[in-house]
Each structure stands twice: as C-alpha cells, then as structure tokens.
C-alpha cells in the first residue's frame, strides 16, 4: 500500500525548507501587457503577462517580480488602475476583478451577464469600465455565440452586479458590435459606447445616454470608433479614435469640450498604414497637459493641452522598437516618461527626444527545458522567441542564438536536449510547422550547429544516445498522431548516415508515436520503447521488436505512455508514466507495478545521484495546471508540489537538476520565461542492499582499495566504474579493485552478477 501524503515530506526525507522560485530566462525578450505605473509610489509598475500573472518592479523596470496569480487557465487584460489608486481591475475570460494592493489578494470577482439567448454558448468579457473603486457601478460589453454566430450584449449595474439591466444588444441594432465602453468620471448616469463595424451598411458612431442607458443619441455617425479617453481634470473634455473602417472613413482622432455634445476634428497628418487605427489615448493625470495617442505605426504627442501635436513614425517592416501600440502610461515622478506597451517589446519613451528604450523582463513564451550537468556546472537550455538559448547557472551568462525578430509571424520552435554525458553538447530540432524542420547537433553549448536530419515533423518527441556510443543517437520525431523513429550516427559530421527504425504498428490505423527511448547501458543492441500503450523491446538493434511486461493490463488501449526513462543507478529499472497514473519495473521491463495511480504523469526523470528519487511531472491541459510529484524512495511515499506552489504556471516542458540532497526544477511556461523551483533538503533515509539490491561497496566512501560484498552467494564477473556524466573511468573483472588513481567526487559502479543480473551502486571518492 503506498502512501500519498500532501504534508512535509516527514516520513521518509525530514523537513522539507520553503522553495523560493526564480525566473531564469532572458529579459530581452519580455512579452508583457498594460504596463501601468502606481500613481503614488515612486519607481512602482505593474503589468499582466501574456498569461494568468500580475507582475511588478519597484525600481522603475530594472527588475520585475510576481505579485499576483490567478488561478485557472486564462488570460488577464485589461489591468487598469481604480479611481483611488489603491486596486488594480482586469478581467479573464468571463470575469472581472478587483486586486487590492495591499494585501495582493482578490476584494471581488464580476461574473459577466450572460446573454439569456437559447443555445447560446457562454458569455465572454470584450471591454469593462468601473465608475468606482468597490466596483459599485460598472459597464460591460460582452460576446456570445450561437452556432456559428457571433453576437454582443452590452449591460450596466449600479448594485455590484446584483442586478444588470441590458442595453445593447447587436441583433438590435444592425449587428454592429461594440468596441469600447465608458463611464464619465464625472457623472455615473452618462454612459458611452463607440461601436465599430457591422455586417450591413451601417457602422460605427458613439452612442451616448444621460439616463444608464435607457435612451441613446448618436454622434460621430458612420466612423467606427474605439479608444475614448477623458482629461483626468476636466470630465467634459474627451477625446476618442476612429477604429479600423476598412477603407470607409479615413483616420481621425476627435475632441469634445462639452461632455460629448459636439466633436471637432483634431487636424494631424497620419501616415498610411495597413489598419489606420487608433488603439490608446492617455492623458498624464499629473498634467492633462501632456496627452499620448498610440496608433498602428505612430505615436502622436502632445504637451500643450492639443494645441500642437507631433508624430514619431515607425515602419512597419523596418522599425523592430514599435509596432500597434496597447498602452501608455505617465510616470507620475517623471512627466518625460511614458511606459509604452506594444504588439512587439514593451518600451519606455522619452517625451523629450522622443526615443525608446526597451524595458526589460524574464517572462515569455517558452517550449521546453533541459538540464546539462558536467563537472559540477549545471547548463540550462530553452528554446524561445524562435531561437535557441542558453545560461550557464553557475555564472548566470545567458547565451542566445538564431533568435527571430519580434515581427516574426511564425518563429521556430526549438526543441532541445542537452547530452548527459558529453559537455557542450546539445541537439536541437528547429521545426517551422507546415515546413518540417532540422534536427541539428551543437557542441560548444548552442552558439553553432550542424543539421544532421531533415524531418517533416512537429516536434522531437524523444532522444536518447546510446550509452555505449556516444555517437549513435536516436531520435523520435511526431507527426499528428503518427511518427518514426531515426537512428543517427554522428561519428564524421560531414558524412552523417540515418537509419530508419521500423516500429510496430499499435492498432489497425497504425496510430502511435514512440514516446520513450532506453538504451540498455551495457549493449547497445537492447532497445526498450513505448508507444501508445506499450512497452516493446528489441534485442537485435531495432529488427525484430517483441512486447513485453505484465502488470499493465490497466493500461488499455484509450490510455497513452506519455514517457519511459531508465535508472541510471539501475539498469534494470525502467519507469513510464501514463495518463493514468506511474508504473515501475525493476527486471528490465518484464515486470511492472504501479506506484502513483490516478496521476497524468507526462514526464519521469530518476535522478543520477541518488537511487530511488524520481521526479515525476504533470503538464497543463484545458483544465489543469502543471505539479510535481517526487519519491526518494522508488515510490513508497511521495510528496507533491502542488499547482499554487508553482504559480499556476502553463507549462508543456520541464527538466530537473539533482544537486545533493536538493532537486531543482526548471519549468518552461507560456507567459514567465523559465521558473525555477527548488525542492530543498530531501533526505534520503537508509539504503538496504540486502532488501533492494544484493551488492554493496565496502568501504565506501573510500580512497584505495575496494570491495564488492554480494548478498545473494552468487559472486561477480564484472565491475564498470562510470563518472556522473556516463564516462567509463575503470574496469574490473575481480571483486576488488583499486580507486586511488580516480579524482575525488561521486561515481556509479555497475556490477554483472555470476547469475548474469545487472546491479549499480553509488561509490564515493575521497
């Protein structure tokens, strides 16, 4: 019976320290939306990832950390300030929030209207407004669709949502839908709605009620509109844009003195574009004075209230600084300061010479981790922002190669694999979707690469390089639900030689992607494989393959092997994990038990150190986040890493570092770069080679001789002493054997019994 325990890791590993996480990857690259500066601490930002976080910097953007997670699987926008200064507002899917700054945690959550139509699917948020801070009165504009249908329902509260009073609806008014909503700051009755377009032959205009929307008037007819902004000093002067009209109205940015009555033209000369869309207007609440306009391709500016106005124009195409501005905000400490959010970088201008300098932070999209460890020197890799990347953590130097401008429609995504054993080395497959794409080889840690293989693929599911000889690789390549397995040698890099590897088939539509590859450490000719839902094993090289194991009858056919790794420090242990939950092996695959049932376990990982730690990962899918699990004891007790301890990150890619007694995950997620979370202190408890293992080393640690003491009377034919990174530094065929000739650190000595069984012991060099 196993135990499964959510506390401290007591039973068999002590006390287990707080992990405190890191974020890992390159500030050059952020992704980050709504950059918005605390109106009364000075240096304070804040901003919403490309995901479920809140992010902050206190020292004005030179460092930024996590300030607030939202639990499920969605997007945050629209951050805004309140009226108050004292709580941020966003919205997520079908929700808006309220985040107090001072305690960091949710005050109140909005549920938006739904739409009340029959077979409708659920509402979600387009654009929000509060009138005040508690979220008393507050507008909504929503979508729904029925079918194939898309329509909009716009509603209004004045009771904390207790009561929503619908006030536009598309299908009432020519299918033109909303683009923005407003409440005037001055006058919580008076509502705005600046509609764009429609599917007949009206469209846009901003309609305006002095009653919450009981009755409409009409300005600014037959020009689709969006941005609508109000000088934070005088509520009756707004300013609004014109929205993408496709070609039916030209641009324009529009003022009112009088509250929305009558709009006069701004007279600016815009430069044509392939949208012409105005996205922001901000007025500098220190000085309305100081006005900003984001357009596609422009920035326009103003510091005397409107009565001139200068351009700053960036091509599309050629500027990589500044391409369809989201937002802006003043620094209220520095008015020649705006922080600039846009489709590519997020950028701080300077309203002085009008130049932009990238802010930077660690958090955007990334595919996949994985760990090199050599000498002690732990190397990370990650493939981001179509390139490939790399840092070595000891002196925190990060490396970036073939990465693509932020204007890329399409960048690479590079998976990457750091070779056990050889430092430096790391292949990589760059796939460009629909193109295929390259697996390729580097040996100086990423800055150059070789392709040895052509692959019309999705993606690198697996690959191992042969123990034996490490330049025999194997690779297994998805496609859709099908794929093949390669097998490459690299001995002569000008002359690459590929060999296709003819798995069985696991069903009549021949479905099946070989999701793990272990290659037996002492002949290469023993392959093992999982592929859908089984364990196959060749021993001729990939010839002739034959299912093995018993023990997996649960494992059926709706159910997959996400992954199969081997112990290092046991031959004869394979482990997979499964939708369903982790099974183990300890005679080479014949045999197999289940060790943490009802756990989708996507990725295993034994440590290289330490005998019985495996590491066991969970992925993100619609409705789950990532989490860990991990044993010290080969899966009699584990400990969880739950979702909020990792953050609620989306994450399809992780790797771990053994380091001692610590385990260190590095997670790839799609909005905070590489989060880094140490698992502190697992105490490994007493090992018992008479229960788990019939040899042992004595003495160990040890510094001359040593001996292989066999508990079973069977004796020893050979001994293989290996370093950490898999290099074979002594052989022996006697039971003792001589180690003073090897540096001092920790090696793996792998004995052959007289009964032809495989055993690995941990020796220490002193």
Do not use: C
């Amino acid at each position: 019976m196993k135990n499964f325990t959510l506390l401290a890791f007591a039973v068999f590993s002590g006390l287990i320290s707080r992990a405190q996480t890191s974020f890992e990857a390159s500030g050059d690259y952020a992704k980050l939306q709504d950059i918005t500066y605390d109106a009364t601490v000075q240096n304070k930002l804040y901003a919403a990832t490309n995901g479920n976080h809140i992010v902050v910097s206190v020292d004005n953007g030179a460092h930024w950390d996590l300030l607030y997670s939202y639990p499920a699987n969605d997007f945050i926008k629209d951050l805004k300030l309140l009226p108050g200064n004292t709580a941020l507002s966003f919205g997520t899917y079908d929700k808006i929030h309220i985040l107090d700054l001072a305690t960091n945690t949710l005050t109140a959550s909005f549920t938006v209207p739904q739409s009340g139509v029959a077979d409708a699917g659920l509402s979600w948020l387009n654009s929000y407004d509060f009138y005040d801070a508690a979220g008393t009165t507050i507008i909504v504009d929503t979508g729904f669709s029925v079918g194939f249908g898309s329509f909009g329902k716009t509603f209004y509260t004045k009771d904390s949502g207790a009561h929503w009073d619908e006030i536009y609806y598309t299908v009432d008014h020519e299918n033109v839908f909303i683009n923005d909503v407003a409440i005037s700051p001055g006058n919580s009755d008076k509502l705005f709605l600046a509609r764009g377009n429609g599917d007949s032959d009206v469209d846009g205009g901003l309609w305006i009620s002095d009653n919450d929307g009981a009755d409409w008037t009409e300005s600014i007819s037959g020009i689709t509109l969006d941005a609508i902004s109000f000088n934070p000093s005088d509520a009756n002067d707004i300013l609004i844009g014109s929205s993408i009209g496709f070609g039916i109205h030209p641009e324009n940015l529009f003022r009112s003195g009088d509250n929305g009555v009558n709009w006069n033209i701004i007279p600016v000369t815009w430069t044509d574009e392939t949208l012409n869309n105005i996205t922001k207007i901000v007025f500098n609440p220190a000085n309305p004075d100081q006005i900003i306009v984001l357009e596609e391709n422009e920035i326009v500016r103003s510091n005397d209230g409107g009565a001139t106005w200068s351009n700053i124009v960036y091509p599309v195409g050629i500027s990589m600084d500044y391409y369809y501005g989201i937002n802006a905000s003043f620094n209220p400490f520095d008015a020649n300061q705006v922080a600039i959010t846009t489709d590519f970088y997020p950028q701080f201008l300077n309203n002085t010479n009008a130049t932009l300098t990238q802010i930077k932070a660690p958090f955007f999209n990334i595919l996949g981790t994985s760990i090199g460890k050599y000498s002690g020197d732990t190397h990370l890799y990650y493939g981001g922002q179509g390139g490939r990347q790399h840092k070595a953590i000891s002196s925190g130097v990060i490396s970036a190669y073939d990465v693509e401008n932020p204007d890329s429609f399409n960048p690479k995504k590079n998976y990457m694999f750091a070779d056990p054993a050889i430092a430096g080395r790391v292949f990589t497959y760059a796939s460009m979707g629909f193109f295929g794409g390259w697996v390729n080889v580097s040996t100086d840690y990423g800055a150059t690469t070789t392709n040895i293989l052509q692959a019309f693929a999705d993606d690198m599911q697996e690959l191992a390089v042969d123990p034996n000889n490490s330049n025999i690789v194997y690779v297994s390549l998805r496609s859709g639900e099908g794929g093949n397995v390669v097998k490459i040698d690299i001995s002569d890099l000008s002359n690459i030689i590929t060999t296709d590897i003819i798995t069985p088939e696991v069903n009549e539509f021949g479905e099946g992607v070989v999701t793990g590859i272990v290659i037996d450490p002492t002949n290469s000719d023993i392959i093992y494989i999982s592929k859908k839902n089984k364990i196959l094993k060749t021993v001729d090289g990939g010839l002739v393959w034959a299912e093995i194991g018993t023990g997996l009858e649960d494992v059926t056919s709706v159910d997959i092997i996400w992954d199969m790794a081997g112990n290092p420090l046991n031959p004869q242990q394979l482990t997979i994990g499964t939708n369903i939950g982790v099974y183990t092996s300890v005679d080479s695959g014949e045999h197999w038990s289940a060790i943490l049932p009802g756990i989708d376990a996507k990725r295993i990982k034994h440590s290289p150190l330490n005998n019985g730690v495996i590491a066991v990962t969970v992925f993100s899918t619609a409705n789950v986040n990532a989490s860990i699990a991990y044993t010290a004891n080969n899966g009699t007790d584990w400990n969880f890493v739950q979702t909020e301890d990792l953050h609620y990150v989306q994450s399809y890619g992780m790797d771990y570092d053994f380091d001692g007694t610590d385990i260190n995950a590095y997670i790839a997620t799609t909005d905070l770069g590489v989060l880094k979370y140490p698992i502190h202190n697992v105490v490994l408890g007493t090992y018992n080679p008479v229960a788990d293992n019939p040899v042992g080393i004595y003495p160990n640690p040890a510094n001359g001789a040593v001996k292989i003491l066999t508990n079973d009377g069977t004796g020893i034919t050979a001994a293989t002493v290996y370093s950490l990174t898999g290099q074979k530094v002594l052989e022996s065929q006697s039971a003792t054997f001589d180690v003073s000739n090897l540096s001092n650190g920790i090696y793996i000595v792998k004995v052959k019994s007289a009964g032809g069984k495989y055993f690995s012991e941990k020796l220490v060099k002193e």
